[in-house]
C-alpha cells in the first residue's frame, strides 16, 4: 500500500486542516496461492487411518501371532500285532537267524540282540498285509550303518522273518521277503521291514510297490517292540 507525502496544517481564521492520508490501490505481479484443495481430504484419512491401526493395536494387544505348527501326516495303515508275537521274540545270536552275505557279515560283527514280531494290516483293495519287523542291534552306530547298507543289495540275504522260522503261521505264505522290503537306520539298531500278501495283484510290479510301501510306513512300529 501507498501512502502520499504528508501536508502541513494550513491555517486560516476559524479553518484548521489536517493532513489526509491517500491509499493508492497496488496490483500483485505474483498472484497469492492457497493450499490446494485436496489436502484437507487426505490429511483426514491419514488421520482415520491412524486412529483405525491404534484402535486395532490396542483390540489384539502387541503380542506376535501364534505360530503355525504344521499337521503330521495320518499315517496310511493301521497296524495290529499279531498274536503269535504280541511279546517280541528276542535272540542274542543273529548268525542263527541269517542268510546270505548277511550271515557272513555278523558272524564277523556279532550283534547284541535280535527283536522281531510280526504285524497285520489292510489296503484300501481290500488286501490283508503281513509284515515282518527285525530289529538287529549292533554293536555301535557304525556298523548297524553297514549292515544295514548290505541288506539293502539285492542277493546278499538278510534276517529270517517268523514265517519262514515256522514261528508264525499265515495261509498262503511261507516266507515274507518276496514281497515289500525296506530298511533304516537308528542309532545302532537297523530296523528290516518285509510285507507280503497272500493275495497278490496281477501286476507284479504294482504288487511289490504296494508292500514296500507297507514297509516303508512300518519302520515306525520299532519303537514298539522295545
Not at 174 to 182: N, T
Request: glycine content about 4%.
Amino acid at each position: 500500500m501507498l501512502t502520499s507525502p504528508r501536508m502541513a496544517p494550513v491555517s486560516a481564521p476559524g479553518l484548521t486542516l489536517e493532513p489526509t492520508t491517500v491509499t493508492l490501490p497496488v496490483t500483485l505481479t505474483e498472484p497469492v496461492r492457497g493450499k490446494p484443495k485436496w489436502v484437507l481430504p487426505v490429511a483426514a484419512l491419514l488421520v482415520a487411518a491412524v486412529v483405525a491401526a491404534f484402535v486395532v493395536w490396542l483390540i489384539s494387544g502387541n503380542d506376535d501371532p501364534p505360530p503355525v505348527t504344521p499337521t503330521a501326516p495320518a499315517n496310511e495303515y493301521l497296524f495290529q500285532r499279531m498274536g503269535e508275537t504280541v511279546e517280541p521274540v528276542r535272540d542274542s545270536d543273529c548268525v542263527e537267524h541269517a542268510y546270505g552275505q548277511v550271515k557272513q557279515f555278523l558272524i564277523a560283527n556279532p550283534c547284541r540282540q535280535l527283536t522281531r514280531a510280526v504285524f497285520l494290516t489292510a489296503t484300501d483293495s481290500g488286501r490283508t498285509v503281513y509284515t515282518s519287523l527285525a530289529v538287529v542291534r549292533m554293536p555301535d552306530r557304525s556298523t548297524a550303518e553297514k549292515l544295514e547298507l548290505l541288506v539293502r543289495q539285492d542277493q546278499t540275504g538278510s534276517v529270517n522273518d517268523l514265517l519262514r522260522e515256522k514261528k508264525v503261521t499265515v495261509p498262503g505264505l511261507d516266507r515274507l521277503s518276496r514281497g515289500g522290503f525296506s530298511a533304516m537306520t537308528l542309532d545302532r539298531d537297523v530296523v528290516i521291514a518285509e510285507s507280503d500278501s497272500a493275495d497278490r495283484d496281477e501286476d507284479p510290479a504294482a504288487h511289490k510297490a504296494e508292500m514296500k510301501r507297507v514297509s516303508v510306513e512300518a519302520l515306525r512300529l520299532a519303537k514298539e517292540l522295545g
